[in-house]
Nanobody, 119 residues
Framework: QVQLVESGGGLVQPGGSLRLSCAAS????????MAWYRQDPGKQREVVAR???????NYADSVKGRFTISRDYAKNTVFLQMNSLKPEDTAVYYC?????????????WGQGTQVTVSS
């Protein structure tokens, strides 16, 4: 079994910072792409940032220059550093990973962590 466990969400004032973490554990052979998505109630889940196994990154236009995605390859962990947060960043943030086991290659999701930006 493979699990993605997230941490780091919470309540922050506009202009503040938060750092999300997501650790993959279990019977893992290799971790390919990792990413962070977010979802507001009543809206579609959208990608915030992605990082490939080679370290190449992509960001949604709405977070460029404010958010930074990174990985600890040894610990199968992905981070999202969020700076200059805005109320419109409020959402549930989900970790994603494409993970290869000895028997298959599939997508996994974390349970979600709430980020609320409000004064």
């Amino acid at each position: 079994q493979v699990q993605l466990v997230e941490s780091g969400g919470g309540l922050v004032q506009p202009g503040g910072s938060l750092r999300l973490s997501c650790a993959a554990s279990g019977s893992i052979f290799s971790v390919h792409d990792m990413a962070w998505y977010r979802q507001d109630p009543g809206k579609q889940r959208e990608v915030v940032a992605r990082i490939s196994s080679s370290g190449r990154t992509n960001y949604a236009d709405s977070v460029k220059g404010r958010f930074t995605i990174s990985r600890d390859y040894a610990k199968n962990t992905v981070f999202l550093q969020m700076n200059s947060l805005k109320p419109e960043d409020t959402a549930v943030y989900y970790c994603y990973a494409r993970i290869e086991r000895t028997v298959d290659l599939r997508d996994y999701w974390g349970q979600g962590t709430q980020v609320t930006v409000s004064s």
